[in-house]
């Protein structure tokens, strides 16, 4: 099996990302614990010899007990946290890293690829304004370092100056670009919709465990039941984790993808109405 080197930046990418959830997670989770405090021990034989206040001597203060300050609580970690998930947290780790994995390879294909230039399409067609469709095709062949100058001027190659023709290339030429674009977005998605269901099944399943407890308990009370409920809880939370941070990277890739969409749509159409607009002259010079 091969890796490239895309591949190998996202999973170091998706490690560093798991090793900053160890540090940063368990706080959501836990919660710090107030210092419980006890009262010291009373002597256990009370003085034989006690004489009976004298009414008529000044009142003593009272003698303040001493108490003890019990050392807080460590908060436990991802690793005892997912322990105590259950089952249902490896499938919701198996989720994030292949959700955490497909976002960050497909935010560096983004970023290392030239897919728009600013104002494309108003430089489009203030050249198209000044010297019509040559000063344009001329624009189009120096955006070419750009993917919308190459989807546009690959149509305009084949369309020989036909509207319908360039209009079927343009939507080829789009369609395929696109199709890369959208490479591993149903991934995001099936993974920010998959990863809540898991943790509320396993929401289900802390609380059978917990029930389960009760039934077998001879005496009920809050440690029984104590073990299901936080499995209940860590995997609901666990789920929402998992899922938030997909449907994110999802929500913003593919509003990236319909940015650039948009944008060849609209400088198609400028390219479009000026081949019809020629050839309407042409018409009417027969």
Known sequence: MK???VTVKSLTYSLVLIGTMYIVVPSVFSQTKEPQTTPAATDAKAPTDVKAPDANAPA???AKKEE????PKKSP???DLFIVGGWSMWPLLLSSIIGFGVALERLYFFFT???LIKGFNQDLAEKMEDGGLEAAKKFIEES???KIGQIIDNAMEISSGDPDIFSKGIEREAAETIVTLEKGLVILASVSTIAPLIGFLGTVSGMINAFDAIANADQVNAKVVAG????ALITTAAGLIVALPAMAFYQYLTG????FASEVEEGANKIYKEFLRIQGKAVAGK
């Open 77 to 79: 970690g991802l690793i």
């Open 113 to 115: 690829n030239k897919l």
């Open 256 to 259: 990236r993808v319909n940015a």
């Open 68 to 71: 003890t300050v019990a050392p």
């Open 3 to 5: 890796f490239n080197r």
């Open 60 to 62: 003593q203060p009272e």
């Open 144 to 146: 070419k370092t750009h």
């Open 228 to 231: 299901g409920i936080k499995e």
